[in-house]
């Protein structure tokens, strides 16, 4: 038993519960000891790496000496950090035509979870999303140790759909996806557009909510995904609202991850440690 209904059978109470806070864009303007440390503290946050190899070192890209440096925090943290890598570009086109190469050197960096963001403005070709669909599957049945996340919304349709719809191969039953797979609920497709609505998430897998959440809006965002999730796990996801400037550089904002992690705190979904207030 893995996946979703391992972590359904693991649920001590009722109640919705938040497994993750997820804080994407962290890059090399932070010193990735700083992440270690929030998640020793918090180790409901989930720290998203992008990867995008024409924009690597870029501002939300982070370099390969940073994740490699990212990964030694992690290691020695007995690996209780969570990390999830959130393929964009030439990475997304890569498992859509089943190249996990690069994908396997991720669980000795200490990622436990994958998105795909198969969409346009991510820099993916996305003409043939609907063809791929079996070819995805097997790549995921090929890699079961890690967590794979599909972008959910119109534009990904066809290879969320897809698998849902078909039994065939390595897509799980018909209705549902194989125990490695959940979905991103997130109609701005990254854009940072904050969603008009959140569903009940499927029985048949677990979901997440994106777009538009930060720390202006968290509190109520919390407030409206704990009643529509009905008792069961999600998690939420961030990453436009969690850019600064600061002396004229785009920077990854660990202040604005804090006002976050203090919402969350304050809906009861968590709790700071002991030692804090």
Known sequence: ???????????????TMLRALGF??????VHPN??????????????GILFRPDKEGQPRYASMKWVKQLGEVVSKSSNNMSLAAHFCGTRVNEVLVGDDSFLKTLPALGFKRVQINATAVNGVDTSNLGGSVQTVAKLISQNKGLEFILQKNEETRPLWEGMLTSSEGECGPE???PDNVSMLLD??????????????PPKQYEIGYAGGIGPGNIES??????????????????ESSLRSTKNGNDIFDLDKCYECILATCATG?????AFLI
């Open 175 to 177: 209705g549902g996806l």
């Open 187 to 200: 109609e701005s497709k990254g854009t940072g557009v904050l969603s008009s609505s959140w569903p009940t």
């Open 269 to 273: 979904l968590h709790e700071h440690p």
């Open 221 to 238: 965002v919390l407030s409206k995904v704990k009643k529509a999730a009905e008792g069961r796990e999600i998690w939420i996801d961030m």
């Open 24 to 29: 994407c864009g962290a890059d090399d303007s």
């Open 1 to 15: 038993m893995s996946g979703v209904k391992e972590r359904q059978a693991k649920r001590a109470h009722p109640g």
């Open 34 to 47: 700083m992440l270690g440390l929030i998640c020793d503290s918090y180790p409901f946050v989930e720290f």
